[in-house]
């Protein structure tokens, strides 16, 4: 069933925006994508990537019948083969290796899409009944996470329309203009009516460009920063002394943590003037209404948990969370009332306790043997929603893992990714515009519903459709496996938002006070903001937030003295839309920013090749010598297909598998590099 046009669905990247779309449909093809007027937080703006989704969706290279390998693994030969085929194929694989061990089998899914029942519903239900073992996903979010949910209580905070009312924005680890636009269009309304915008990046970014200030400090450092702020809101008497005794949790504790960080101090860990660090102190502590708009870019190194908890004790110090122009948003995701249970079914378990592999660590844990702690070996692989080879770290291991001859592998996707070369059997997916969805958003507080608006392509099926079949195929026979995707898209809120409204109207804005923690109120076990953290005591870690140096500090190697980050590229999204020729075109090559001084120290030229290289391994791009790295560090824009890449890998080569401080997440932003001239070799 199709609509009328334009069809009114959701944009299903992984981006904190979520907006509505209207797609135009002329003779079944998708024919223009644009963003819904109607929707107050899109305001009938995409950015440029999904303003491409039409070519995206009719691209000549999606994969649009079922494919099954016939030679040698990674060869990239594969022939075609009915559904039944390959559904058989895969069924009797997977049957014979749940015979010996379900958790040999292990699923790999992240936010290729965000929809609830492509990304989270009949896969979860096929592998809870299955007994296969779980996977923590963990790649983007979780230590900044944990640190959220350990300080305010859950990922929850502003509401993002407000901050056009902020008179001071401090937008911390976030490249908004190319990565969290609507939010920007807030700012810009702000900076409009006279806000001063603040900038805390190690990069110079184009965000950072239009900002009044920019704190370009070394990657890693934040929470010593944040530390130093609250020093000099101590120091200057700039807190708000009732909200802090009303609302707030362990004070006196965080007032002595805080006291050993004088601004000379942060300033030499972070690599900043000591001045611009009283002055931001100051413009937080005396103006109102002032916000933070953090994002992950923080969170990617050892102490990112510590730093976010930092962060967010700010706002609680000068009480600007009084005012809903005030306070903090890192993530919204928290307000959802998302029915995951009755989506994903864990009870399906039935009593079983499978193991959880970190899908950080996929390289190593690839390669593991069998043993009493880690389990069965891994035997088979069933991948969806995500492109590992090219996106997790340390790709050297990953890719020996994806090697393996005995390895089975089945990938769900649009397209030959670096990841689907290694499959066994790849399976042609639908994409957002041809199948139901519904959404929640981490940057604002609308549910979204997707409606398809053209048929799938060629022999196409939705996630949910190919786990339906698999199911049928292993000889699931439980009523659950015959939900269909419009009765999963009803499933995923329940009760708790009005299904009707969400089809007449496409979105649905979650109720929700204006000022959230005016009057306290935080989700945490004391309803306080916890600068102290009983459950981070009670594990026997730091209950309060310091500054834990990264695993592989900037300058501290000798040998690999340069720090890289490789943050999103603004024309990608993570590795999505790499193969758009209009996209790629934007973003040219895979390069490495370096600046001026670092690079003349190594006889590197603008434009030339250079080898950026550790003990994991070599990757080659091509040198941007600029300021926008600031010295000392070095920026290799994400997330290109390795096979695109002069010499078959990304940045990803270089990035390791070593883990955050709290959450369990990855440390992309905390690697040690050398970088020479290929050409004087
Ligand atoms: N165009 C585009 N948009 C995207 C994505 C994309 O790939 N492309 N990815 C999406 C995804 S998956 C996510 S998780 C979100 C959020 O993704 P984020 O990680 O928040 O991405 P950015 O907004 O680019 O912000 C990262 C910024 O943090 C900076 N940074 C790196 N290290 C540090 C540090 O130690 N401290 C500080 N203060 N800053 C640091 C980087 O230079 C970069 O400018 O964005 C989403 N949006
Ligand atoms: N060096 C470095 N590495 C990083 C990061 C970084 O900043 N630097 N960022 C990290 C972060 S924040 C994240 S979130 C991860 C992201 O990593 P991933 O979640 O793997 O994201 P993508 O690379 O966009 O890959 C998603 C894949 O899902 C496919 N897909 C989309 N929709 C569907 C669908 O409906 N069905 C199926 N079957 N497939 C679909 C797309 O075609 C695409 O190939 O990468 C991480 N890796
Ligand atoms: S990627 Fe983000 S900004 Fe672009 S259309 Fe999707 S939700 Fe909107
Ligand atoms: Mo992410």
Same mark, same amino acid.
Request: glycine fraction near 8%; charge should be neutral; include cysteine.
């Given at each position: 069933?199709?609509?009328?046009?334009?069809?009114?669905?959701?944009?299903?990247?992984?981006?904190? $925006?979520?907006? *509505?779309? +209207?797609?135009?449909?002329?003779? %079944?093809?998708?024919?223009? &994508? !644009? @963003?819904?007027?109607?929707? =107050?937080?899109?305001?009938?703006?995409?950015?440029?990537?999904?303003?491409?989704?039409?070519?995206?969706?009719?691209?000549?290279?999606?994969?649009?019948?079922?494919?099954?390998?016939?030679?040698?693994?990674?060869?990239?030969?594969?022939?075609?083969?009915?559904?039944?085929?390959?559904?058989?194929?895969?069924?009797?694989?997977?049957?014979?290796?749940?015979?010996? $061990?379900?958790? *040999?089998? +292990?699923?790999?899914?992240?936010? %290729?899409?965000?929809?609830? &029942? !492509? @990304?989270?519903?009949?896969? =979860?239900?096929?592998?809870?009944?299955?007994?296969?073992?779980?996977?923590?996903?963990?790649?983007?979010?979780?230590?900044?996470?944990?640190?959220?949910?350990?300080?305010?209580?859950?990922?929850?905070?502003?509401?993002?329309?407000?901050?056009?009312?902020?008179?001071?924005?401090?937008?911390?680890?976030?490249?908004?203009?190319?990565?969290?636009?609507?939010?920007?269009?807030?700012?810009?309304?702000?900076?409009?009516?006279?806000?001063?915008?603040?900038?805390?990046?190690?990069?110079?970014?184009?965000?950072?460009?239009?900002?009044?200030?920019?704190?370009?400090?070394?990657?890693?450092?934040?929470?010593?920063?944040?530390?130093?702020?609250?020093?000099?809101?101590?120091?200057?008497?700039?807190?708000?002394?009732?909200?802090?005794?009303?609302?707030?949790?362990?004070?006196?504790?965080?007032?002595?943590?805080?006291?050993?960080?004088?601004?000379?101090?942060?300033?030499?860990?972070?690599?900043?003037?000591?001045?611009?660090?009283?002055?931001?102190?100051?413009?937080?502590?005396?103006?109102?209404?002032?916000?933070?708009?953090?994002?992950?870019?923080?969170?990617?190194?050892?102490?990112?948990?510590?730093?976010?908890?930092?962060?967010?004790?700010?706002?609680?110090?000068?009480?600007?969370?009084?005012?809903?122009?005030?306070?903090?948003?890192?993530?919204?995701?928290?307000?959802?009332?998302?029915?995951?249970?009755?989506?994903?079914?864990?009870?399906?378990?039935?009593?079983?306790?499978?193991?959880?592999?970190?899908?950080?660590?996929?390289?190593?844990?690839?390669?593991?043997?069998?043993?009493?702690?880690?389990?069965?070996?891994?035997?088979?692989?069933?991948?969806?929603?995500?492109?590992?080879?090219?996106?997790?770290?340390?790709?050297?291991?990953?890719?020996?893992?994806?090697?393996?001859?005995?390895?089975?592998?089945?990938?769900?996707?649009?397209?030959?990714?670096?990841?689907?070369?290694?499959?066994?059997?790849?399976?042609?997916?639908?994409?957002?515009?041809?199948?139901?969805?519904?959404?929640?958003?981490?940057?604002?507080?609308?549910?979204?519903?997707?409606?398809?608006?053209?048929?799938?392509?060629?022999?196409?099926?939705?996630?949910?459709?190919?786990?339906?079949?698999?199911?049928?195929?292993?000889?699931?026979?439980?009523?659950?496996?015959?939900?269909?995707?419009?009765?999963?898209?009803?499933?995923?809120?329940?009760?708790?938002?009005?299904?009707?409204?969400?089809?007449?109207?496409?979105?649905?804005?979650?109720?929700?006070?204006?000022?959230?923690?005016?009057?306290?109120?935080?989700?945490?076990?004391?309803?306080?903001?916890?600068?102290?953290?009983?459950?981070?005591?009670?594990?026997?870690?730091?209950?309060?937030?310091?500054?834990?140096?990264?695993?592989?500090?900037?300058?501290?190697?000798?040998?690999?003295?340069?720090?890289?980050?490789?943050?999103?590229?603004?024309?990608?999204?993570?590795?999505?839309?790499?193969?758009?020729?209009?996209?790629?075109?934007?973003?040219?090559?895979?390069?490495?920013?370096?600046?001026?001084?670092?690079?003349?120290?190594?006889?590197?030229?603008?434009?030339?090749?250079?080898?950026?290289?550790?003990?994991?391994?070599?990757?080659?791009?091509?040198?941007?010598?600029?300021?926008?790295?600031?010295?000392?560090?070095?920026?290799?824009?994400?997330?290109?297909?390795?096979?695109?890449?002069?010499?078959?890998?990304?940045?990803?080569?270089?990035?390791?598998?070593?883990?955050?401080?709290?959450?369990?997440?990855?440390?992309?932003?905390?690697?040690?590099?050398?970088?020479?001239?290929?050409?004087?070799?």
């Amino acid at each position: 069933m199709l609509s009328s046009n334009p069809v009114r669905g959701a944009c299903p990247h992984d981006c904190p $925006d979520t907006c *509505a779309l +209207l797609t135009t449909v002329e003779n %079944g093809r998708a024919v223009r &994508v !644009q @963003g819904n007027p109607a929707h =107050r937080h899109t305001d009938g703006v995409l950015c440029a990537k999904v303003s491409k989704y039409a070519e995206r969706t009719h691209h000549p290279e999606r994969i649009l019948t079922p494919l099954m390998r016939t030679g040698p693994k990674g060869s990239r030969q594969f022939t075609s083969v009915s559904w039944d085929e390959a559904l058989a194929g895969i069924a009797a694989r997977l049957g014979e290796i749940a015979a010996r $061990d379900p958790q *040999a089998i +292990l699923p790999y899914s992240y936010a %290729g899409t965000m929809g609830l &029942v !492509q @990304g989270e519903s009949m896969d =979860r239900r096929f592998f809870h009944r299955l007994g296969a073992s779980q996977l923590a996903r963990t790649i983007c979010a979780t230590a900044g996470g944990e640190g959220l949910v350990h300080t305010l209580g859950g990922k929850v905070g502003m509401r993002v329309e407000f901050f056009a009312e902020s008179r001071l924005i401090v937008i911390w680890g976030s490249n908004s203009i190319g990565s969290n636009l609507h939010f920007w269009r807030y700012a810009q309304q702000a900076k409009r009516a006279g806000a001063r915008l603040v900038c805390i990046d190690p990069r110079r970014t184009e965000t950072a460009d239009k900002c009044h200030e920019h704190l370009q400090l070394l990657p890693g450092t934040d929470a010593a920063l944040a530390l130093a702020l609250m020093h000099e809101l101590i120091v200057h008497d700039w807190l708000d002394h009732d909200y802090i005794a009303r609302y707030t949790l362990g004070w006196e504790a965080l007032r002595a943590r805080a006291l050993q960080w004088p601004p000379e101090r942060a300033a030499a860990v972070c690599g900043l003037p000591v001045a611009q660090i009283r002055q931001l102190a100051q413009d937080w502590g005396t103006t109102q209404p002032a916000a933070i708009r953090l994002n992950y870019g923080v969170q990617r190194a050892h102490g990112g948990a510590n730093a976010v908890r930092a962060v967010a004790c700010l706002p609680a110090l000068t009480g600007a969370w009084r005012q809903r122009a005030g306070g903090l948003l890192l993530s919204s995701s928290g307000a959802f009332p998302v029915q995951r249970a009755a989506l994903q079914r864990p009870d399906l378990l039935a009593g079983r306790t499978s193991r959880t592999i970190n899908m950080v660590t996929i390289g190593d844990d690839l390669l593991r043997p069998a043993s009493p702690t880690f389990g069965p070996k891994i035997e088979a692989l069933v991948v969806y929603n995500s492109n590992p080879v090219a996106v997790a770290p340390d790709s050297a291991k990953v890719v020996q893992g994806f090697a393996r001859e005995d390895l089975f592998t089945v990938v769900l996707e649009h397209f030959q990714t670096d990841t689907a070369d290694w499959a066994d059997y790849i399976l042609p997916a639908t994409t957002q515009l041809e199948h139901w969805d519904v959404h929640l958003a981490y940057g604002h507080t609308d549910v979204l519903l997707n409606r398809p608006a053209i048929a799938p392509q060629g022999q196409a099926r939705s996630n949910a459709q190919i786990f339906r079949d698999l199911a049928r195929h292993m000889g699931f026979t439980e009523p659950c496996f015959d939900d269909t995707d419009e009765q999963l898209c009803r499933q995923a809120y329940g009760e708790a938002v009005d299904f009707e409204h969400l089809l007449a109207q496409g979105f649905v804005t979650l109720p929700g006070p204006e000022a959230p923690f005016a009057q306290g109120g935080f989700p945490t076990p004391s309803g306080r903001c916890e600068f102290h953290s009983p459950r981070l005591a009670a594990r026997g870690l730091d209950p309060l937030p310091d500054y834990v140096p990264n695993h592989e500090a900037p300058g501290q190697s000798p040998q690999y003295p340069l720090a890289m980050i490789s943050p999103p590229a603004r024309n990608f999204l993570n590795s999505s839309f790499v193969n758009v020729q209009s996209l790629r075109d934007i973003e040219g090559r895979p390069l490495l920013e370096i600046h001026p001084q670092d690079a003349a120290a190594r006889g590197i030229a603008d434009g030339s090749v250079v080898r950026v290289f550790n003990d994991r391994g070599s990757h080659a791009c091509h040198a941007v010598v600029c300021e926008r790295a600031r010295p000392g560090v070095v920026n290799g824009l994400g997330i290109w297909w390795r096979k695109l890449g002069l010499d078959g890998t990304n940045v990803n080569q270089l990035t390791s598998q070593a883990l955050t401080d709290l959450g369990e997440g990855p440390t992309f932003y905390d690697c040690a590099v050398q970088v020479e001239a290929l050409a004087s070799r």
